[in-house]
């Protein structure tokens, strides 16, 4: 099929959807057409984070590989956050590359580990929500590497997603009546992020005092003893992802 008219199907497809299944079903497509196994939305938490299945949004990886991935406690070691972080543009390596192509390290556990379930080829981009919040969609699978066409034509393809699951995800949070104020929740989903109380005033303009006050409120409504508590409640609970 022709750039033009793959784009163009997929396309159609992710704006008819109007449900987190929807999306994630189109979203799985695009990862077949483009010869991908496995495809997953991670949200950025915590920048501490060790776990990567409280990050997972939505996946296809097998949870057997997810659970020793978080039980050998690889996140730590992963090398490719830090390089999606720092760029909006689609980044594509294979641990088959020698390491001067692919541009970092793979730690010894890693490769074992995704050479067993067939993760050798990956594209991540990282993408924004307008609430201020972060993730990450990645492709893994077994193919050779894309070329810049390809990168460029998925590229365009995720942006257009994740806009159109942002969307839904927002509508639906917005739609239902949760046990925390708008003010609550944003407060909470920066503390999530690694945010101090100071920060989240400035990113907010409030005073310490206000944030501090919204803090302890949603720590009541939601029966916690401190922040860490709340937020691991709040992410639970989907009311922040």
Not at 65 to 76: C, G, P, S, W
Not at 80 to 94: E, F, N, Q
Not at 135 to 143: A, I, N
Not at 193 to 205: D, F, M, V
Request: hydrophobic share 45%; with cysteine; charged share 25%.
């Amino acid at each position: 099929m022709i750039t033009l008219e793959r784009q163009s199907i997929l396309n159609s497809e992710i704006s008819a959807a109007d449900s987190r299944l929807e999306i994630f079903a189109a979203m799985k497509r695009v990862a077949h057409e483009f010869g991908f196994r496995h495809i997953t939305l991670f949200a950025a938490t915590r920048a501490d984070e060790t776990l990567l299945s409280r990050m997972i949004v939505e996946t296809t990886l097998p949870v057997s590989y997810v659970q020793e991935f978080d039980r050998r406690r690889l996140l730590k070691l992963c090398p490719v956050a830090p390089i999606i972080s720092k760029s909006a543009l689609p980044y594509c390596w294979s641990i088959d590359d020698p390491e001067s192509v692919r541009g970092f390290p793979v730690p010894v556990e890693m490769d074992e580990l995704q050479r067993r379930y067939d993760i050798i080829t990956s594209v991540a981009m990282a993408v924004h929500s307008i609430d201020g919040g972060r993730f990450m969609l990645r492709f893994d699978g077994v193919r050779h590497r894309l070329s810049q066409v390809e990168l460029n034509e998925i590229g365009m393809i995720v942006l257009h997603a994740f806009d159109v699951f942002d969307k839904i995800r927002r509508s639906a949070r917005t739609g239902t009546a949760g046990p925390l104020t708008t003010r609550e929740l944003e407060v909470v989903r920066w503390t999530a992020q690694g945010k101090t109380s100071s920060e989240i005033g400035r990113i907010l303009s409030l005073s310490d005092h206000t944030v501090n006050a919204y803090m302890t409120n949603a720590i009541k409504k939601l029966d916690c003893v401190n922040r860490t508590q709340l937020v691991a409640k709040a992410l639970r609970l989907r009311l922040i992802v």
